[in-house]
């Protein structure tokens, strides 16, 4: 059983920056991002797996976020530019022992308990 600890949510004005962690009890092949707003579905932000050469970004955050990870650390870093209020959620870490960096919530076995991110315009 791993567990994922997520840190690094808060408040911050449209135009900001933040950087999101998610510390794994222990190793996984490959870790996403997801968020979900108030009365809104639990939708893909980014993925990356284990060696950090296959990355997926959900299209309203190409060219803001970046997913990146320190496997010494068991660590995995959602870097957020250009916040907008849209991008305002609980932002959920997931895992899973995969290979190949899914989209689905459904391709992870492992969640944190989510942080929030606030964006004020």
């Known amino acids: 059983q791993v567990q994922l600890v997520e840190s690094g949510g808060g408040l911050v004005q449209a135009g900001g920056s933040l950087r999101l962690s998610c510390a794994a009890s222990g190793r996984t092949f490959t870790t996403g991002w997801f968020r979900q707003a108030p009365g809104k579905e639990r939708e893909f932000v980014a993925a990356i797996n284990w060696s950090g050469g296959n990355t997926r970004y959900a299209d309203s955050v190409k060219g803001r976020f970046t997913i990146s990870r320190d496997n010494a650390k068991n660590t995995v870093y959602l870097q957020m530019n250009s916040l907008k209020p849209e991008d305002t959620a609980v932002y959920y870490c997931?895992?899973?022992?995969?290979?190949?960096?899914?989209?689905?919530?459904?391709?992870?076995?492992?969640w944190g308990q989510g942080t929030q991110i606030t964006v004020s315009s």
């Open positions: 997931a895992a899973t022992n995969s290979v190949n960096p899914s989209s689905a919530p459904s391709g992870y076995t492992y």
